[in-house]
């Protein structure tokens, strides 16, 4: 889900890498290495127009679910745990989860409940959104959606057995029940640290933030994995982990980018280089930064000791910020080369990606100028002081940020920038409260189509725009055309034209999208990468060790 996602700390990402594929199944999934043709799984098809899947104009999808299947515990599975899986995500709807994916498509709303926390739907809008009939369940989507097979393989989309979550105290299905089960505490959710699903392996044990591990379902209704067991552990520190693939006590392992060379020198070992992620790191300027009680912005004023709640509203305090990016510095010393630069949010690799767009360039003179020119040339002539914020440890954003406060504070000694590490639930708090004057993150993709990038960043309801205060009624509108559309000449011109307004209207610094690598021993078979899945972890079923 990436880091945008507060609630997704170490142990809920070590449960989840083992979600996908292993204890949990989707309707349908990713094609090998593509991210734009899907398989079935527990589907009996991919639904098309062709063969009456999709119908009503791309609004209603049918899938027919796989007759045969056992959950681990023995349970049959039916269309009516396919339609509960999914009615669950809108009953459950946990804050800072990935649920507002349910609402955003089936009621045009971003969450079961409104800002002050009150529901303010009814059982009668979640009924309607998924129904069985008879073999098949069929989704009622409120607008076409082209991405939608993309949305329902993502983790989010996995199925469940309805009488067993209820035996294990969870939701039983019924309306007049479903409040007590909404937003519940992380470690207070049903299936917080169990799980019963058909994937090819089963949960064993979990022992929290330290190891996870699994064993194969012997009655799985597909092809049996060669791997009988999975382990996977959490070994933080790199000279154990790197010892641990070295010696073979692991067959495969996390590699830093900054530990890449070291590790390419070793022998026995197999290795998957520049692999292109879609996810995207940048910089969102603050146009609305909060004023009360914020010490990251002193006085609050534009007189030398401090900056004003609008000062990134200026658009030449913008592009100033912008041209003092060093961006070949950022890629080839900070990122080691281990990155492309994808200029708008939207990265290399999806379709409508502008790869001919240029962003503003390198320039201190341009931002010396810009910057004698904000607020009516008050801003050179008074100066200002501010604090910018990494989260403690990363070092990446760490270093990204003390460049950017260096190069700006050289053009004018009156310019002040801090520049200091905070714990990440600080950070975070940071950023929702809206404190930050900019802040620094990245976003991982929930399905793999610019609607899942432009929307957060550039719609004024978006994740990271409403929160800086940004708003373009022509963003809005091509956002929200682009997003329904079945015309791909239509979805173009309006993806191309938002990437054109990302860079006109200074939104922000989109500075990369990493390449990775994959480290394995040499016995591992059966590797592949898929951009979609965000740990080499993701296909044990599909391994072999020879």
Request: proline residues 6%; glycine residues 8%.
């Amino acid at each position: 889900y990436g880091d945008h996602r507060d609630l997704h700390r170490l142990i809920r990402r070590q449960r989840q890498m083992c979600i996908r594929d292993s204890i949990y199944e989707t309707l349908v999934y990713y094609k090998g290495e593509r991210i734009d043709e899907f398989v079935p799984v527990l589907a009996e098809e991919v639904p098309t127009v062709e063969n009456g899947g999709i119908r009503d104009g791309g609004r209603v999808y049918r899938f027919k679910i796989r007759k045969g299947v056992k959950f681990h515990n023995g349970y049959t599975l039916t269309p009516e745990d396919v339609e509960y899986s999914f009615e669950r995500n809108f009953v459950v709807d946990p804050d800072g989860g990935p649920c507002w994916i349910w609402y955003y498509l089936f009621m045009d709303v971003g969450s079961s409940r409104d800002a002050d926390g009150n529901i303010r739907i009814s059982y009668e809008d979640i009924d309607k959104t998924v129904e069985v009939d008879g073999d098949y369940v069929v989704f009622n989507l409120k607008e076409p959606f082209p991405p939608f097979l993309g949305v329902v393989s993502g983790a989010w989309a996995s199925i469940v057995s309805k009488k067993w979550v209820a035996e294990q105290g969870g939701w039983d299905g019924s309306a007049e029940t479903w409040k007590n089960f909404n937003n519940p505490p992380e470690d207070k959710e049903t299936l917080w640290d169990i799980a019963n699903g058909t994937g090819p392996y089963k949960l064993e044990r979990w022992q929290k933030g330290v190891e996870m591990v699994l064993t194969r379902h012997e009655d799985y209704w597909g092809e049996k994995p060669a791997i009988r067991r999975g382990i996977y552990k959490v070994v933080e520190e790199w000279s154990t982990r790197k010892l641990m693939l070295l010696q073979g006590d692991a067959d495969i392992a996390t590699v830093d980018s900054i530990y890449y060379p070291e590790m390419d020198r070793e022998s026995g070992i197999t290795v998957y280089k520049d692999l292109p992620s879609l996810t995207v790191h940048g910089i969102s300027f603050n146009r609305k930064i909060a004023a009360q009680d914020n010490p990251l912005i002193y006085s609050g004023k534009l007189d030398g000791q401090g900056v004003p709640p609008d000062f990134f509203a200026d658009n030449n305090v913008r592009r100033a910020f912008i041209h003092a990016w060093d961006e070949d510095v950022f890629i080839n010393q900070i990122m080691n080369g281990y990155s492309l630069y994808p200029v708008t949010p939207v990265p290399f690799g999806l379709p409508y990606k502008n790869e001919a767009l240029k962003g503003l360039p390198h320039d201190l003179e341009k931002a010396e100028e810009y910057l004698k020119k904000a607020f009516g040339g008050q801003l050179w002539e008074k100066g200002f002081k501010l604090d910018l914020l990494f989260n403690t440890g990363n070092e990446v954003r760490e270093s990204g940020m003390k460049m950017l406060a260096e190069n700006v504070m050289k053009l004018n000694p009156k310019f002040q920038i801090n520049v200091r590490g905070v714990e990440w639930s600080t950070y975070v708090d940071n950023i929702r409260k809206s404190n930050m004057p900019i802040f620094f993150i990245g976003w991982a993709p929930d399905y793999p189509d610019p609607d899942n990038y432009v929307h957060p960043y550039m719609h004024s309801e978006g994740h990271f725009a409403h929160s800086c205060g940004y708003g373009n009624p022509e963003a809005d509108r091509l956002i929200e055309e682009a997003a329904v559309s079945l015309d791909p000449e239509v979805r173009r011109r309006d993806y191309y034209r938002l990437q054109e307004i990302w860079i006109e209207d200074t939104i922000g610094i989109m500075n990369s999208q990493p390449l990775s690598r994959t480290y394995t021993k040499d016995w591992v078979e059966g590797y592949y990468y898929n951009q979609m899945d965000s740990s080499p972890y993701d296909h044990l079923a599909e391994l072999r060790k020879e």
